[in-house]
């Protein structure tokens, strides 16, 4: 059985009694780590597929207690992080961003600036999957992984509004994923 690796990182500071809590919920193959970066457990986990995976630490995590912020790798990169996760050098990717080698038609950024621009990971490796063959890259786990944090992302922004207008949202965002 595949191992993955990944991190759930959480709200909440992970302290002795709350590393037992992990341990006790089935986080036995996490490593729990808290800091001025933040807190998380870094997970190594044995599954039949990334998203079997990552759903059970999501669930181990919450049972233990704990407030699921986000499942890292990161979605957005920048080019350095892109260069580190493709095994490229930095120029390599450059050249690609700008068209200067390869079939063009990199993903537009989605964030940061001019001098700092950042994209989805899940478009780019769209973009590695449908152009660049060299690559063994998963578009399908990196767009797993983007519905996943947004899905927590719209949880944490659901809370303060009003339980009648947040079943009206949910209600009409469900069907009109599923037209």
């Known amino acids: 059985m595949p191992t993955f690796s990944f991190r759930v990182v959480v709200v909440e500071e992970i302290d002795d009694e709350g590393a037992e809590r992990l341990y006790d919920a089935g986080c036995d193959d ?14 190594d986990r044995e599954s039949a597929t990334l998203q079997k ?8 995590v919450e049972k233990a ?13 920048s080019a350095s992080d892109i260069a580190e996760r493709t095994n490229r050098s930095r120029q390599s990717i450059s050249f690609l961003i700008t068209g200067d080698r390869g079939p063009g038609n990199w993903p537009r950024p989605i ?5 700092s621009p950042l994209w989805r990971w899940s478009d780019v490796a769209g973009w590695f999957a449908e152009f660049d063959g060299s690559q063994s890259i998963n578009e399908t786990e990196a767009r797993f992984l983007a519905a996943v944090n947004e899905i ?9 509004i009003d339980k009648k207008t947040r079943t009206q949202l949910l209600r009409r965002l469900a069907s009109t994923s599923a037209a």
Do not use: K
């Open 152 to 160: 927590l992302a719209a949880r944490r922004a659901l809370r303060p």
């Open 65 to 77: 207690g704990f407030e699921t912020l986000r499942i890292e790798p990161d979605e957005l990169v």
């Open 53 to 60: 995976a990552v759903l059970s630490a999501i669930d181990n």
């Open 30 to 43: 996490g490593v729990p780590e808290s800091g001025p970066e933040g807190h998380s457990i870094g997970f």
């Open 111 to 115: 964030a940061g600036n001019v001098r």
